[in-house]
DNA sequence: TCAAAAGTGTTAGATTTACACCCATGA
DNA sequence: TCATGGGTGTAAATCTAACACTTTTGA
């Protein structure tokens, strides 16, 4: 290959990945041991090499599957991070991604072999490199989008109870709200969909079922949470 | 070097730069003739590599430095830009940073000579590879933080009048706001100070100039416009 | 029968928006 | 004297936040 740029330096650039997940009303992330040296045995983000083949975000997309089997997932960047020493074995320059996965997606056996755990996102220990600094940024990021785009649904089953969203939304943003207030504003965005359906594993009474309706959203996308 | 990572790729890490500035009320970027293969001649952003010894931060600065001769200039970075063909020479992985200079600053000679224009937002050419991307994105970017954070202040003159800064938001956001709106909410913020200093440029009345109390902000810091 | 979660409206206060005229000055 | 930009307050409408009780049902 012709080299335009032969006097300049060429730097591994690795991609990782913050996977938020919701279960027991808490938002959780998969992180894991480190199974490479330098740092093995460190707590960490699940991450790769990008290679020279694919861009960045396929990247993101196929070290997420990697680990999940799942594709199709809603992954966003949350930026490059890349001081000098920020990898103890070389010079890497990593971008960092932040994915939204529904928990029951993921195979737990899957989960088990890979050696990656959900740890609840206030109790997060301390990670390899620089990757506490890409959780906080990672969900700073996501606090933002989660109350102007629908990607709380990503979260959840296709089917969740209005309680089960309120606590996905005090989880997200570490406060509670008021129930009342809550159920107001999702009654005006007529894409969350109540279902005829009732859930009775969260009470002895039941809650009505909602869905997101994808299309319906797409024709007056007003969300506001 | 030892090599922990030998079986993996490395990439051309580049840094270009979404300069913004102020000036007879529009927002502007510098953009210039492209001077290197591929691409030689065609409108760009200013860019360079990252060498093996500094940040990719770092390699933002020193790269606005050069073209600007400014330091400690307020540079937020956009994100990285990773698709495998978005350089036709080779594969290079840019991270693109968008900052923000008072144009008075700027010697309009060293301009010159770097070949580099002021180009008003709404009327940038088409540009090298995926540069208008970057500059959509920095565009959004800027506009969010413009109205949560005293940042509008690294555009003027350390002494400028309400008119001034009403044109710069109207500017960023491109629509026009309410005179007597905007002035209570700026006089609702302490830390941008009335000073006993009148401008005659604008106008045969005068006005008021104000500045930014950065140590007024950081005791209160309540900023919203 | 009772504990536990589901479901439901109103009101006061705060915030936002719309809107029009006088002032000071240099040309 | 007049054209130009500088400067000022009020009222209606909208949005937000606070708040408590009834329902259902399995254990």
């Known amino acids: ?5 032969f006097e300049y330096q060429k730097i591994f650039v690795s991609v990782d990945c913050i996977i938020f997940g ?19 045995g460190e707590w960490s983000l699940y991450g790769g090499f990008v290679r020279n083949d694919e ?35 070389e010079r890497v320059v990593s971008v960092a991604y932040y994915a939204l996965i529904n928990v029951k997606d993921y195979d737990d056996q899957l989960r088990r072999e890979h050696g990656v755990e959900w740890v ?18 990672a969900r700073r990021m996501m606090r933002k989008k989660i109350s102007t785009e629908p990607i709380s649904f990503r979260l959840l089953p ?7 969203l309120q606590r996905l939304y005090e989880a997200v943003n570490g406060e509670e709200v008021d ?15 109540k279902t005829e359906l ?28």
Do not use: W
């Open 179 to 193: 129930k009342r207030n809550f159920r107001k504003r999702v009654k005006e965005m007529d894409f969350i969909e």
């Open 158 to 164: 296709n089917l969740f109870t209005l309680t089960q």
């Open 22 to 40: 919701f279960e027991e009303n808490k938002l959780k992330i998969l992180i894991g041991r480190r199974k490479m040296d330098p740092g093995r």
């Open 198 to 225: 009732i859930d009775k594993t969260g009470s002895k009474r039941g809650a009505y079922l909602y869905r997101f309706n994808k299309k319906a959203y797409n024709e007056d996308p007003n969300f506001k949470l």
């Open 120 to 137: 609840n996102i206030n109790e997060i220990p301390q990670l390899y490199s620089d990757h506490n600094q890409m959780v906080i940024d």
């Open 1 to 5: 290959m012709t080299s335009y740029y």
């Open 55 to 89: 861009s960045v975000d396929d990247a993101a997309a196929r070290t997420l599957f990697e680990l999940t089997g799942l594709r199709n997932v809603y992954m966003r960047q949350v930026g490059a991070y890349g001081s000098v020493d920020r990898d103890p074995g």
